[in-house]
């Protein structure tokens, strides 16, 4: 059974950085696509990031291309999220998901984590 856990979530300031990770465990992590998507109460979960199961290549919405880095350590079974120059509008509970590829839909993800509260103040 595969599990996703993320951690990392908090209370920042705005203009602060944040890392979220998310590590996985009882499947083939190096397989997978991995993506990360948040979500606030009463909206659909939305994409944020996705990176190839190599790590080779990434993809983000247009709200945080460079802002957030996504990135992945497969020995390590982890996927992170950099999160820098935070706005109140990117709080949100954020949930790294693993899928068999680079998808921006939840649709496109088998597993997912719990989710992670990333709160931004202004």
């Known amino acids: 059974q595969v599990q996703l856990v993320e951690s990392g979530g908090g209370l920042v300031q705005a203009g602060e950085p944040l890392i979220l990770s998310c590590t996985v465990s009882g499947g083939t992590f190096s397989s997978y696509a991995m993506g990360w998507f948040r979500q606030i109460p009463g909206k659909e979960r939305e994409f944020v990031a996705t990176?190839?199961?190599?790590?080779?290549?990434?993809y983000y919405t247009e709200s945080v291309e460079g802002r957030f880095t996504i990135s992945r350590d497969n020995a390590r079974n982890k996927v992170y999220l950099g999160m820098t120059r935070l706005k109140p509008e990117d709080t949100a509970v954020y949930y790294c998901?693993?899928?068999?590829?680079?998808?921006?839909?939840?649709?496109?993800?088998?597993?997912w984590g719990q989710g992670t509260q990333v709160t931004v103040s202004s």
């Open positions: 998901a693993a899928g068999d590829f680079t998808g921006r839909e939840t649709g496109d993800y088998k597993y």
């Open positions: 990176i190839t199961w190599s790590g080779g290549s990434s």
